[in-house]
């Protein structure tokens, strides 16, 4: 049988062959209806339709920091008096119950629907980590069973009147995040996290070029581990030197949002599980994350304001 007999006798959807005909539009039409199926989006409309702002945190490169920047842009949204929620999306390294002293969290149902965890008095979250048995056990699936996760995740949590919803999202432009921004309607946008060295500059260029593909808007880059601070003279040390996230902005033409340093508190902080912005507000790493904050705060919707509900689970 030739290559050209298989193609025709076969549904053409999943062939290799065939895909390799097909236009780069036509096969990203096919690979966005195999992640989206027969979804019913109103579902997921029920589920979020109360929250009026939803920023994602991503970065192509793991170990950048978006958890951190997850973690504290909830914490710094909730003391300015924004009702928040903290979504934990990634699947294979959920961190944000250690980082918040929440490992002991547990799933809360009422009949079809989930119960976001409560962090303190501050903000509500939720991640896979609240379900695993053990903090030990690894989730071991693949692509489909990934998605069709994601898929029950985004539908059953009920978060409730939220002003933001902030999605820490796992690295790459994979399955997860692909999934994540296709189903989540009307994302404000993405927070894009960076350090400063060439091979991490290098994978968060893919980021921006994902986002611009599948439409999302840029908030605006952060570069993490920016220099230094020495605890004791407050000099600053270039250990994965400086301004590479600035240089990337401008020849990519995306916003700048600003640099935090490499600071021992926030280490501190991720074991203590409290956030560096509540825990150390006098430091000037959290000084740096709060000359930040205000473009995320500034955030507006053009979409009428949502009326708050006296039943959060309606």
Known sequence: MTEENLC???????????????????????????????????????SLGRIKHKV????????????TVAVNMAMALSL??????????????????????????????????????????????????FMLRSKDDAVIWRGPSKI?????????VQWGDLDFLIIDSPPGTGDEPLTICQLIPNIDGAVIVTTPQ???????????????????????????????????????????????GREMCEDLDVPYLGSIPLDPIVAKSAETGKPFVYEHISSETTFAFQRILPVIMKIQDDAKEIPRSENPLQ
């Open 8 to 46: 025709e006798s076969c549904s053409g959807t999943s062939c290799g062959q065939s895909s390799e005909q097909k236009s780069p539009k036509e096969q990203e039409e096919i690979e966005q209806r195999s992640v989206e199926g027969s979804i019913d989006r109103r579902e997921f409309a029920r």
């Open 56 to 67: 994602i945190v991503m970065s192509c490169k793991g170990g950048v920091g978006k958890s």
């Open 80 to 129: 300015a008096g924004r009702e928040v929620g903290l979504m934990d999306t990634d699947l294979h390294g959920p961190s944000v119950p250690r980082m918040l002293n929440m490992e002991d969290g547990v799933v809360k149902t009422a009949g079809q629907i989930i119960l976001p965890e409560q962090y303190e008095k501050y903000f509500k979250v939720m991640s896979l980590g």
């Open 148 to 156: 069709s996760f994601l898929q029950q995740f985004l539908r059953e």
């Open 198 to 244: 060439g091979i991490s500059i290098t994978d968060v260029r893919k980021t921006i070029t994902f986002c611009r593909k599948i439409h999302i808007p840029i908030i605006g880059v952060i570069e993490n581990m920016s220099g230094l601070v020495c605890p004791h003279c407050k000099k600053e040390i270039e250990i994965f030197g400086v301004g590479g």
